[in-house]
């Protein structure tokens, strides 16, 4: 089956640094990766989708890479703020539906 | 502001009890999706439906159902609830197609079942 994993150790950085985190996927390329922020108790809210055949992709303080060779998208946010501290979730499309990896837990320190 | 809504934040339910969990999407969506969330395990997908009056089988749809009459209304339910059900609920929707706009989650359903 086709699987997406996360680093499920938790990030912490100090408050200014850029936050890089990581999804890995097996087997075949999906057709798109999703990146969610998800606040404690509260469901994901949607960030960022790219496409197989995009390398890179930005949104304000927010890049997202997609690289077929190594089956890895990264996920930056830079200059990061205490406000950034979240669990961040990667999701492969599949057959019109997503599959979630576990979520990387970030905290952000000032 | 478009969104989806799950019926109830917390919910308390007995073992063998059926359980129903109900969603609503404003956004004219042809797709939602039921997902659970647990610790360790990330989220999960149940069961999806692209379509009035159709499902499809997630990755652990295992002893529950689920029933989508309405275009903006997607049902689960838990036909006998035992303690292994006991997670976070998260009910999705979207558009058809790999859009730009990702899915559209609700706030979530914690159920214990004691």
């Known amino acids: 089956s086709q699987k997406i994993e996360q680093n499920s150790e938790a990030l912490n950085i100090q408050e200014g640094k850029t936050a890089t985190l990581t999804c890995n996927y097996t087997?075949?390329?999906?057709?798109?990766l999703q990146w969610y922020r998800q606040d404690p108790g509260r469901g994901p809210v949607f960030l960022l989708l790219i496409r197989e055949n995009e390398k890179e992709k930005r949104k304000e303080r927010l890049k997202v890479t997609f690289d077929t060779t190594l089956k890895q998208s990264l996920f930056h946010i830079t200059a990061s703020q205490p406000a950034d501290s979240a669990t961040y979730l990667c999701?492969?499309?599949?057959?019109?539906?997503?599959?979630f990896g576990q979520g990387t837990e970030l905290s952000v320190k000032p | 502001d478009v969104k989806v809504t799950q019926s109830s934040r917390y919910l308390v339910k007995r073992t063998g009890e059926k359980v129903f969990l109900e969603c609503v999407q404003d956004m004219d969506h042809e797709n939602m999706f039921w997902y659970r969330q647990d610790p360790g395990l990330g989220l999960r997908l149940i069961y999806f439906s692209y379509d009035v009056k159709m499902k499809e089988k997630g990755d652990i749809p295992e002893g529950y159902s689920v029933s989508r009459e309405k275009k903006e209304r997607f049902s689960l339910i838990l036909e006998s609830a035992s303690t292994n059900q006991t997670s976070m609920y998260l009910c999705?929707?979207?558009?058809?197609?790999?859009?730009?706009?990702?899915?559209?989650f609700g706030s979530g359903t914690r159920l214990t079942v004691v």
């Open positions: 999701g492969r499309g599949q057959g019109g539906k997503l599959i």
């Open positions: 999705a929707s979207s558009e058809t197609g790999d859009t730009n706009y990702g899915y559209t």
């Open positions: 087997n075949y390329s999906p057709a798109y």
